[in-house]
């Protein structure tokens, strides 16, 4: 019995193919890369509290301001405050990393291949 290889494998065309994959995996690979730059740049903001905590975070993931309202400051109960802090953080975070996912999601085609971002 002789093996079949599929349409194009024959007289050197399996070479071809492949290069072309790693082509288009590379291009892939760059504009992941590309989109990944411009999302760090982007800012996330979230509030807590009904407005009283406002944190700003970069795609990088990074806290660039936090605003806290004067009347959410009370000495008796900096529990509070601190919940209200990491709320907002969070929220802006998980913001950033969703955007993240979909972008680089859209770029992919949803082929997930580990170390490609």
């Not at 411009?38 to 009283?52: D, F, H, I, R, S």
């Not at 700003?56 to 993931?61: C, D, I, K, N, R």
């Not at 969070?90 to 082929?111: P, V």
């Amino acid at each position: 019995m002789k093996a079949r290889l599929p349409k194009g494998f024959n007289n050197g065309g399996g070479q071809q193919n492949i290069q072309q994959l790693a082509r288009q995996a590379q291009k892939m690979q760059e504009e992941m890369d590309e989109a990944s730059k411009e999302l760090e740049q982007k800012e996330y903001t979230a509030t807590a509290g009904g407005g009283q905590v406002t944190a700003v975070v970069t795609g990088a993931l990074e806290i660039k301001s936090l605003e806290i309202s004067k009347d959410v400051v009370d000495p008796e109960d900096i529990e509070m405050l601190s919940d209200l802090v990491i709320a907002a953080v969070n929220e802006a975070i998980r913001e950033a990393r969703d955007e993240k996912a979909s972008t680089m999601d859209k770029i992919s085609g949803g082929l997930n291949v580990p170390g490609l971002f």
